[in-house]
């Protein structure tokens, strides 16, 4: 059986509209419980994290509602980012974590996303599962065992205090100034303070959410407000947090960006020498750049990659036995550290090495010269399959023949938006500009 609820994280979409409805998240959360209360007592418990949205409060409760309703009880965390909800999963023996967010879309999207007891996100196994359960009758508990609903006051504070010991013993962050963009998201009240805790003077951006201005002009999908902070005030660095903060961008002194692929870089470099990199290997997906593939080559390192999405990253690295991987677009996926992206133990790692190499920022974050790259989104309707048309199959055909050998295409749907993603590399810029407008015009037609 195919999911057709699930995505590549979670269920997702706009809110108040199928799939993001009260009803069905009622549903969702009844099934999950189900699935995850096998033996019928009420010990089982479930973590509910949530971003900043304004329709946060709407899912959360119907979430609730469902969970309670077949019997799980549940800990409401509040704001608290995604890799908070997976380690606070482990850290208080929940059966299930579920953190509410959309991660970095917009205000007017919503999405669902599951964790194992273990901390993980779900397997597509368990995710099929949970959909069987919502296709039949859903029973609910007797009314002696419903289960109970509890708001958490120490969630936050445990998540801070674990993530300052992710910063290599010894060190504090005194002397540094750091701009830190929480996208008025989930970590606008973690991530500031775990990094005035350990020392840096901090300034703050991004950090007044009001329910409709989560991943407006700031956070790690648009860096500009946090570049120009950090050149403005003179910062040694910038950290760019996106809405559930699983993600992160860098700004070096001078206001450089750089993405995930320049930070798993200097990471897989650092722990290579330190003797901790498992296998020697980096875990990426089918978008990291080409650079990032030959400068780790160059290294005696070696690249391993997946298909797009965090959580196929993490799957290859469970199965490997992989300790770092990730994605360009800035998910840092450290499992010594954390079960998913932590854009906030991310940044601390690159501040520690700043601090260990006595390097600047712009020392650190350009490891490599990347390869020409070009990306360029359709959006679709629903109901619409341009990839399927004919013409869009024979232009996909004829431009892989004209990258053979000096570049590579890449052309994939969105797993969170109806969008086609056309993506190229190529070492001569009027070609890869000329491979990719003319894909685009042919899905566009084909529309």
């Keep these: 059986m195919s999911r057709k609820l699930f995505g590549t994280d979670g269920v997702r979409g706009q809110a108040n509209t199928w799939p993001m409805t009260a009803e069905l998240a009622l549903r969702l959360g009844a099934a999950a419980g189900l699935y995850f209360r096998t033996d019928g007592s009420n010990g089982h418990r479930v973590v509910i994290g949530k971003d900043t949205r304004l329709s946060c409060y709407m899912l959360e409760n119907a979430l609730t509602a469902g969970l309670a309703s077949t019997g799980m009880n549940v800990l409401l965390l509040g704001p608290v980012p995604t890799p908070a909800v997976g380690y ?127 991943n407006r002009d700031v956070g790690s999908t648009h860096p500009r407000a946090a570049a120009e902070t950090v050149v403005a005030h003179g910062a040694d660095l910038g950290i760019a947090l996106d809405g559930d903060a699983d993600r992160v961008i860098l700004i070096d002194e001078n206001g450089k960006v750089a993405d995930g692929d320049q930070i798993m870089a200097l990471l897989a470099g650092r722990w290579a020498e330190a003797g901790r990199l498992n296998a020697g290997t980096l875990v990426a997906t089918v978008m990291s750049n080409l650079g990032l593939e030959r400068h780790l080559e160059g290294r005696g390192l070696r690249l391993e990659r997946t298909g797009v999405g965090d959580r196929y990253v993490v799957e290859r690295m469970r199965a490997g036995g992989y300790n770092l991987g990730g994605e360009q677009s800035g998910h840092i996926v450290m499992t010594d550290y954390a079960t998913t992206g932590d854009g906030l133990i991310a940044g ?100």
């Design 88 to 214: 606070l999963t482990r850290s208080m023996r929940a059966d299930l974590g579920i953190m509410i967010s959309a991660s970095h879309n917009p205000a007017t999207d919503n999405g669902i996303k599951f964790f194992g007891p273990d901390g993980f996100k779900l397997s597509d196994e368990a995710e099929t599962a949970i959909e069987a359960i919502l296709e039949q009758q859903i029973d609910p508990a007797p009314p002696l065992e419903i289960g109970r609903a509890r708001r958490i006051e120490d969630g936050l504070g445990r998540y801070v205090e674990y993530a300052k010991t992710t910063l290599p013993r010894g060190l504090r962050l005194s002397g540094l100034k750091v701009v830190i963009d929480c996208a008025n998201g989930a970590a606008y009240r973690a991530a500031p303070e775990v990094l005035w805790e350990l020392g840096a003077e901090v300034i703050a951006v991004g950090v007044s959410p009001d329910g409709l201005n989560i």
């Design 348 to 447: 601390l790692q690159f501040l520690g090495a700043m601090i260990e190499t006595g390097l600047p920022a712009s020392a650190l974050v350009h490891q490599f010269d990347p390869v020409p790259q070009l990306l360029k989104n359709v959006r679709y309707a629903a109901g619409q399959t341009p990839m399927e048309a004919a013409s869009v199959k024979a232009a996909i055909r004829d431009a892989e023949a004209r990258l053979e050998g000096c570049g590579r295409l890449l052309i994939r749907k969105s797993g969170t938006e109806p969008l086609v993603r056309v993506m190229a590399e190529c070492e001569d810029p009027a070609l890869l500009e000329a491979v990719v407008d003319g894909l685009v015009e042919e899905i566009e037609a084909a529309l």
